[in-house]
């Protein structure tokens, strides 16, 4: 018992410590952060796999109509 409340007031003190208002700061400013118009997306064809790639991360495609998509016509990628 002695030692969970010791924790207990461990945890507490640590969590305490940590300022609530460094969490609401925007990691990039808003005038430095990037902008749609630089998205780009590209094809990678190789060693027998083909799919797209974007340049914000996104590998593999999505389909515009992700409820009522037909799979043996849409593919993400290609083996």
């Known amino acids: 018992m002695y030692v969970r409340t010791l924790n207990l007031l461990f945890l ?3 969590i ?3 300022p ?3 969490q609401l700061l925007p990691v990039v400013p808003p005038a430095l952060r990037g902008s749609i118009q ?3 997306q590209g094809t990678h064809d190789a060693n027998n796999i083909r799919t797209f790639f ?3 991360g ?3 495609d999505y389909p515009a ?3 009522n998509v037909d799979l043996s016509v849409f593919h993400s990628f290609e083996v």
């Open 12 to 14: 507490t003190v640590v």
């Open 16 to 18: 305490g410590s940590v």
């Open 20 to 22: 609530a208002s460094s």
């Open 38 to 40: 630089y998205e780009r």
């Open 54 to 56: 974007y340049n914000f």
């Open 58 to 60: 996104m590998v593999g």
């Open 65 to 67: 109509d992700p409820i």
